[in-house]
């Protein structure tokens, strides 16, 4: 803790930097939303609030001042890539005929240049998404034979794509060929 707060002052005025204890049951929203599980420990991220939430994930494990001092001025010198969240691609993402994507396998089926898609990103908990899955799955049904047209969906929670501003749930896109 005190090497966090070291770099914290250190980086004052330009980043604000929050512990959040991950041994609490209490913070397990917070650390949904950073992207964190309970038995990663104690890990360093930087968020970025926007328009959207950008994640920024160190490379290294080891908390030592030398590391997270550099991790937050390559942020600041816009070194840093984003952090996404992707499950790992389901055996039978496409034995349905609504896609299951995820982040690591959406952009080879969205932006396959010969076909049409529909994607539903949805969050798990959401009402509103529980009310279009018989809908959503009657759309798939219709389209499963249709050789350039994938109706596919996302569990946003657990996955997230450059390029793709999610603020609500659920949220459908359309992404066409070509």
Known sequence: MATFRKVSKSVAGK????????????NGRILEFFGIKKEMGDVPRIIHLSEGVDKYAPD?????????????????????????????IPED???????????????????????????????????HCKQLVPIYDELGEKYKDHPSIVIAK?????????????????TLK?????
């Open 154 to 170: 996302m569990d946003s929670t657990a996955n997230e794509v450059d390029d793709v501003n999610v603020r609500g749930f659920p």
């Open 174 to 178: 359309f992404f066409p060929k070509g």
């Open 93 to 127: 993402w496409d034995a349905l005929p609504v896609k299951v994507l995820v982040g690591k396998n959406f952009e080879q089926v969205v932006y396959d240049p010969t076909k049409d898609v529909l994607v539903e990103f949805y969050a798990p908990w959401c009402g």
């Open 60 to 88: 290294f494990t080891e908390m030592n001042e030398e590391n997270l001092s550099a991790f937050a001025q390559n942020y600041l010198d816009g070194k840093l890539k984003k952090h996404l969240n992707s499950e790992e």
């Open 15 to 26: 980043l604000i930097c929050v512990f959040v204890d991950t041994g609490k049951a209490d």
